[in-house]
């Protein structure tokens, strides 16, 4: 285990000031800096690697594809290529040659929760700088583009970066002066859209490197991934931090992020018992959430083993969330069709998915 050098230098104020291995904690290089969740793409709780490709698909946990109705354009998957320090990576895949219109915007996005940029101060005097960072691959080169904007898309800020060389690994940082106006959201409504663009055309194309009144998805210039047949463009390590120098990427223990995932998605079984019921309908269980979710989920319940009178198989009867909060549901059953009238003892199994994404 590597020795742990820990020093004390004076301050301007006469005291001292602790620094680590030659670094000095500050806010920027603490644990929780990175508001990116799954920023390495290790989390895929709905695909388990599979490609997806429709508009709202999450390739990966809390990245989703933007198509803007433009559909099959593209794919979007986890992928086991990835720089060093890092397992996955997310992998857009061109399905074709394809000429972007004006009005198109295609690649993928994260949208950062209000309550965790709240103290960035954006939209006010006190608006803080932050930093995004990301490791990248192509097979093309040249100038791409992103995008952060507000939940409203009344703001903006096109960014670019340069690929220097096809299908290598190489690291981008961009800063950006945090915008002084416009609302930004500070509650569990969508503070900050982060943006990668693949192909985006003039209509939603703005000038990189400075705020803008519009609702822009990436920067006038960059190069359409979607205009060569098979192109790819491979990202990890994304982290967006306060301050105006990109850290090293903050990995964070598996099980933590997968738990930050499930504030928004969740998927699970459930085996329980189930009694006092009537042939028109039957109170299974309450279920619980893995974490409390972003706000009340949109809940799909399937029956996979319903059992009403503790042996025969149900296959008529349907599921449906009762008094769902951000916390629990109860789950019901209606149409059940075995066990006659009143029955004491039966068992029901289901599947589940909870989505409160942004």
């Known amino acids: 285990m590597a020795d742990l050098n820990v020093n004390s230098i004076g301050d301007a104020s006469g005291g001292n000031t602790a620094t680590i291995n030659g670094q000095t904690p500050t806010v920027s290089n603490m644990a929780g800096r990175n ?52 397992l996955n990576s997310v992998v857009l895949t061109s399905s074709s040659a394809y000429s972007i219109s004006a009005s198109d915007r295609l690649g993928i996005r994260q949208g950062i929760e209000g309550l965790n940029i709240a103290d960035l101060g954006w939209g006010t005097a006190s608006a803080q700088t932050v930093t995004l960072s990301f490791w990248v691959r192509s097979s093309l080169t040249g100038t791409f583009g992103g995008s952060l904007t507000n939940n409203g898309g009344t703001r903006s800020y096109p960014y670019t970066y340069t690929i220097l060389s096809a299908d290598t690994w190489e690291q981008k940082t961009v800063t950006i002066a945090g915008d002084t106006t416009g609302t930004w959201l500070t509650t569990n409504g969508a503070g900050i859209q982060l943006y990668f663009g693949i192909g985006v055309g003039t209509t939603f194309s703005g000038t990189a490197g400075s705020w803008a009144g519009a609702n822009y998805f990436s920067a006038t210039g960059a190069t359409s991934v979607v205009g060569t047949s098979g192109a790819t463009l491979y990202i990890t390590g994304v982290q967006l931090e306060e301050g105006s120098v990109a850290t090293p990427f903050e990995h964070v223990d598996y099980s933590e992020m997968l738990s930050r995932c499930q504030r928004y998605y969740e998927a699970g079984t459930v085996r329980g018992m189930t009694s006092n019921y009537t042939a028109t309908g039957a109170f299974l269980t309450t279920l619980f959430y893995k974490q409390e979710m972003r706000t009340t989920p949109t809940l799909v319940l399937i029956g996979t083993d319903l059992r009403f009178d503790g042996s025969s198989l149900d296959t008529s009867a349907t599921l449906s969330a009762n008094q769902p909060s951000n916390t629990m549901s109860g789950v019901i059953a209606t149409g059940i069709t075995v066990g006659g009238t009143y029955q004491n003892v039966g068992y029901a199994t289901y599947t589940y998915t909870a989505s409160a994404e942004l």
């Open 35 to 86: 508001r990116i969740i799954n920023g390495d793409m290790r989390i895929d709780q709905r695909n388990a690697g599979a490609s997806v490709d429709a508009n709202g698909a999450f390739p990966v946990d809390r990245f989703t594809i933007f198509n803007g109705g433009v559909a099959s354009k593209f794919t979007a998957q986890q992928n086991t290529t990835a720089p060093t320090g890092f």
